[in-house]
């Protein structure tokens, strides 16, 4: 693939940023992401190569990686990051788009009533707030 303004630019790209709330293009790859995460020695990517393919535009490269599945959400990485980018919410971003294809939406009206009257209501949150 050759690297151009449209690729750098894409729409996955523009995608994943509206979802996690992160602009990729700070991340100068320092590496101290990769340096404090704890789960590394089980990853295919390290942490920052994932970033640095999505700054490329290889949305679909680093959303194969084993690495966003693994990715703990303990925040090492956002607390190190000297550009502020909040490195789980950027992994979380590619799940999401990974267990949503074709943008399908989760009605909550069409749950059943027992399960709305029953469960609590984190769990519906939590359950639901990928699907909307």
């Known amino acids: 693939m050759r690297l151009t303004r449209d690729v750098v ?6 995608k994943l940023r509206d979802i996690s709330g992160e602009e990729v293009a700070s991340c100068y790859q320092c590496g101290k992401c990769s340096a404090g995460c704890a789960m590394t020695g089980m990853m295919d990517l ?7 393919l999505v ?7 680093a959303a194969a990686s084993r ?7 303990c925040l090492a990485c956002s ?15 590619l799940r999401v788009t990974l267990l949503r ?9 069409g749950l059943p009533a027992e399960v709305l009257e029953n469960a ?13």
């Open 9 to 14: 630019s894409g729409e996955n790209r523009r």
């Open 46 to 52: 390290l942490p920052h190569q994932v970033i640095r």
């Open 55 to 61: 700054q490329l535009g290889h949305i679909e490269e």
């Open 67 to 73: 690495t966003i599945w693994l990715c703990a959400s």
């Open 79 to 93: 607390a190190r990051c000297p550009r502020g980018v909040s490195l789980p919410n950027v992994m979380e971003s």
């Open 101 to 109: 294809p074709g943008e399908r939406h989760l009605d909550p009206a």
């Open 120 to 132: 609590p209501e984190q769990a519906l949150v939590a359950g639901l707030r990928k699907y909307t």
